[in-house]
Structure formats: structure tokens, C-alpha cells
């Protein structure tokens, strides 16, 4: 930071350089906290989310009390952003697991012995997935309690509960790929139940086992559901989940 | 929708203040000048506190002003002659109208906050927490990988995810058809049809009572059944009492 020419800090020139160079802005817009000269005004309070992919989730401004986190607990927030976090762990555990009835167990344990960091992504992933579980339900439970579900916004509890069962899903899916005991024999009791369903019953589980019964088939089933077809579902009710929100009027008033 | 920036709104709220301070100190005063005012001559809209005092005085001086061709009528001949003000005409203040009373104003204005920074760095912090609270708990906690799966050998007691338990209890009590899929499938519908059926529009939980306690009943069963399932069930899906026979639960 020793200035040579009596100039300014080299660092300070050269993130002011930096700043100023024509890249710099064409990445970051107007009212960008990361341009020259950003400073805090209403202006730019305004700009920082119109001018940025953030636009798509908030509004600009929001009601006063939609902020209060003893109002809404953070809770469809955090289930939203353990999805992010579920989402990227659960793309590096992709690098490392077939789901073959052969080799699954195997890649797990190779995952906590051999590769970095593969553990704890692992336990982040499963733990993670639980809190998600958590998460949705506390937000339904909140969203009842507070009787966010009333006109205008009953389109979007129907919604948001479908978003329950599909998280619901992802988690039981992603509880078979293991391939352990645990794994096993839990989807056996949940299969099981699901089997009962009146008149297509057998059918019902033949199509979810991919056979008669778990096996090699039943992992490449739920991998892919797992990883590919709940996700990409889910996230099609999120963003009308998240655009209803908008669209309704931002959260519900107080009581 | 109407907003006022949040400078502006604050800036009027202090000048309200500090105006309802001032009238609070004032108005035992300001309550004397008022009724001062000789009541008689004036109709009682003018004594109405929301009227500019150089109106009101104006007002006042002209109705106090002795008119030169009123007065000199001992006849009584019962046609007025046109009252003299300064430039010719006389003007008098009939009545004030409220901006309200004609302007109706629908949009309130709302109460409002940028987005930056107020909800993001909540956002952000409430985010931060939770990942550092994964991450934690995984440093700590090592999520279960038990033996490779075996058909041959079953699990005593084999149970389904902690989120399933409360149906896998009901299993005990029913038939698997009601337990597994009728009473499921009922309670998911009511779940989806519950703002149609609700149409009760007031979100005061005082006016809820009924929606409330239906709904903490049915979760509390499902969080009492789950419980049960998860630490009160041992091998052969028998009661058991954790503290005695140890736990058989993994997550």
C-alpha cells in the first residue's frame, strides 16, 4: 500500500482503475453496491435491487412489517435457501455415487474415506435435508397460525402445500440412495404403504419400485427422481410460489 | 400505489410532533382568544380553529365596518343596497370546505422499506446462520451409513423416515389401506382445501378459535404419533420405554 510517485495507495488506484474500466460497469448496473462511487440513498436503495437478478424474488420496497423476522421466522426463506444448500452439496455427491445396487454403498463409504471434504458434504446434504423438512412444515404451520392463507392468497397455500409433499418426496427419495440397511428397509415400510392404495395398488408400487420389488431398478428410479425430475418440479412451484407472493401483495398483513 | 419516501415520512412525522407538542402547550391559551371573539357577529364557522387568522380578521373587520348606506335607512325600505368592501364588494367566508369531503383518496399511503438493506441483510444473516449450523452439527454428527442392504436380513424394528413414523404408528391401530393411504389422503385434501373451507375472513386469531384449535389438535396428534414412533417403539414395533431398553431411531 506504500505509495512511490506520492500517488495514491496502489491498492486504492487500482480498484479504482479497476472500477472504472469499461468491463466493470457493463457487469455491474447502475446503483450497484460493487460500482465507483456507490453511496446510500433512496436512489440507490431502489437501484440496487431493480438493476440486479434480485428483481425476480423482492420488489423494491416491501411492507414495514414484512421484515419483522419474530413475524415470519425466516422460515420459507430458509426452507428456500437449505433448497440452495441441498442443491449444491447434493451436486457434489453426484461426482462421486452410481446408483447401482452394486457400487452405491461402496461410492458412500469411498465418499467418507477417500475424498475430500466427502464426509462432511455428506452430512451437510442429510442434515440439511431434515432441517428442510423441518423448515416447510414450521412454514405451514406459521402460514395457518398467522391465517396467510386467505383470500387473495389461497392459490398459494394450495401451492405451498404441494411444495410440502414435494419436499417430502425429495427426502424420502433421496433416503433409499444409500443403500444401506436404514435405506432399505425404511423404503420397504413406506413402499409397503404405499402398495395398500385401493384398486392400483400393486401398480402403484410396481411403477415407484420399478419391479416387484427394491432392487437395482428402484435406485435408478429415485436417483432420478431424486436429482433430475422432484427438484426440477419443485422449482417450477417455487417460482410461482415465490411470483404469487408478489403478486398477492407481498406477505400477509399482521394480525 | 402511493408511497412517500422514507425521508419525507419521517420528516413529517417529526413536524407532527413537534405540532402536537406546541398545540399541547398552547391550547389552554389558545382556547381564551377564541371565545373572545364577539359570538354574535360571526357565524360559527369562522370560530372553526382551521381558518388562516389574516382570513378570519378580514372577515371580522368587514362585518364590523359600519356600512354608510345601511345605516341611514329609518324607511325600512326592504331592499338591501349592495355592501361596500374595499374595491367595491363586499366578500364574505361562507363556509370552508375540507380537502376530504370532496377529494376522495383511495390508496393509503403504506407504510414502506427498501428491500436493500433492510429484508436482504436479514436475509442474508438468517442464511448464514443456518449454513453455519449445518456445517457445525457435521463437523459433530456423522449422518448414518449402517451395513450394505441385505434382503436376507431384516431390521427389528425396521422403521421408515422420522416424517413417516406417524403413519407407520397408525399402522398399529388400523388397517394399513386406512392407515397408509385413506386417512393420509383425507388430511392431505382437507390441508389443500382448507382456504375453501375456512371462509371466515378475519385473520384475528380471537375471531379464529375454531380454525386454531383444529389445526394445533391435528398437529400436536401427528407430533405426539411421530414421537412415539421414533423413540417409544423397539423391536417387533413394541412400546418400549427409551430410557429402559435404549433407543432405536436413525435419521
Not at chain 1, 480498484?15 to 448496473?29: D, P, T
Not at chain 1, 427394491?214 to 417455487?238: Q, S
Not at chain 2, 399511503?109 to 438468517?126: G, M, R
Not at chain 2, 373451507?197 to 401427528?222: G, Q, V
Request: aromatic content about 12%.
Amino acid at each position: 500500500m506504500a505509495d512511490s510517485n506520492g500517488n495514491k495507495p496502489t491498492g486504492q488506484a487500482l480498484a479504482e482503475r479497476v472500477q472504472g474500466s469499461q468491463a466493470w460497469s457493463s457487469i455491474f448496473r447502475p446503483g450497484s453496491i460493487f460500482r465507483k462511487g456507490y453511496s446510500d440513498s433512496p436512489r440507490n436503495r431502489s437501484y440496487v435491487i431493480m438493476n440486479s437478478v434480485l428483481y425476480h424474488l423482492h420488489p423494491v420496497k416491501v411492507k414495514r412489517h414484512a421484515v419483522k423476522v419474530s413475524y415470519t421466522l425466516c422460515l420459507g426463506g430458509l426452507s428456500f435457501f437449505l433448497f440452495i444448500l441441498l442443491t449444491v452439496t447434493g451436486i457434489f455427491l453426484m461426482f462421486f455415487y452410481r446408483p447401482t445396487a452394486a457400487q452405491a454403498w461402496d461410492d458412500i463409504l469411498t465418499l467418507h474415506t477417500a475424498v475430500g471434504f466427502g464426509l462432511i458434504v455428506r452430512n451437510m446434504h442429510r442434515w440439511a435435508a431434515h432441517l428442510m423438512v423441518l423448515s416447510v412444515f414450521l412454514h405451514m404451520a406459521r402460514v395457518f397460525y398467522h391465517g396467510a392463507y386467505k383470500p387473495p392468497r389461497e392459490f398459494n397455500w394450495v401451492i405451498g402445500v404441494m411444495l410440502l409433499q414435494l419436499t417430502l418426496l425429495l427426502s424420502f427419495t433421496g433416503y433409499l440412495l444409500p443403500w444401506d440397511q436404514l435405506a432399505l428397509w425404511a423404503v420397504t415400510v413406506g413402499t409397503n404403504m404405499m402398495g395398500f392404495t385401493p384398486v392400483f395398488g400393486s401398480q402403484v408400487r410396481f411403477v415407484l419400485l420399478g419391479g416387484v420389488e427394491i432392487g437395482t431398478d428402484t435406485l435408478l428410479r429415485w436417483y432420478v427422481l431424486h436429482v433430475l425430475m422432484l427438484p426440477f418440479v419443485a422449482v417450477i412451484f417455487m417460482a410461482i410460489h415465490f411470483w404469487r407472493v408478489r403478486k398477492d401483495g407481498g406477505i400477509s398483513g399482521p394480525l | 400505489m402511493t408511497e412517500i419516501p422514507e425521508h419525507l415520512r419521517k420528516r413529517a412525522e417529526e413536524a407532527r410532533k413537534k405540532a402536537a407538542q406546541a398545540s399541547g402547550i398552547d391550547s389552554p391559551a389558545s382556547t381564551g382568544p377564541s371565545e373572545g371573539i364577539s359570538p354574535d357577529d360571526e357565524p360559527a364557522v369562522l370560530t372553526e380553529g382551521k381558518i388562516p387568522p389574516h382570513l378570519l380578521d378580514r372577515s371580522r373587520a368587514a362585518a364590523n365596518q359600519p356600512n354608510p348606506g345601511e345605516v341611514p335607512d329609518p324607511a325600512g325600505s326592504g331592499v338591501p343596497e349592495a355592501r361596500g368592501g374595499p374595491d367595491g364588494h363586499n366578500q364574505r367566508l361562507l363556509t370552508v370546505v375540507k380537502s376530504g369531503s370532496i377529494q376522495d383518496t383511495k390508496l393509503v399511503p403504506q407504510d414502506k422499506v427498501h428491500v436493500w438493506p433492510h429484508l436482504l441483510v436479514a436475509e442474508f444473516l438468517a442464511a448464514l446462520a443456518v449454513t453455519l449450523f449445518t456445517l457445525l452439527f457435521s463437523i459433530f454428527v456423522n449422518a448414518p451409513l449402517l451395513d450394505l442392504a441385505n434382503y436376507n436380513q431384516t431390521p427389528n424394528p425396521s422403521k421408515a423416515p422420522w416424517y413417516f413414523l406417524g403413519l407407520q404408528e397408525m399402522l398399529t391401530m388400523f388397517h394399513p389401506m386406512v392407515a397408509g393411504v385413506t386417512i393420509p389422503g383425507i388430511g392431505l385434501i382437507l390441508l389443500v382445501m382448507a382456504p375453501y373451507i375456512d371462509k371466515n375472513p378475519s385473520k384475528a386469531p380471537e375471531d379464529r378459535k375454531f380454525a386454531i384449535s383444529l389445526m394445533t389438535i391435528h398437529l400436536m396428534f401427528w407430533a405426539v404419533l411421530v414421537m412415539i414412533g421414533s423413540f417409544f417403539r423397539g423391536p417387533g414395533f413394541n412400546f418400549i420405554f427409551p430410557w429402559n431398553s435404549g433407543l432405536f431411531f436413525e435419521l
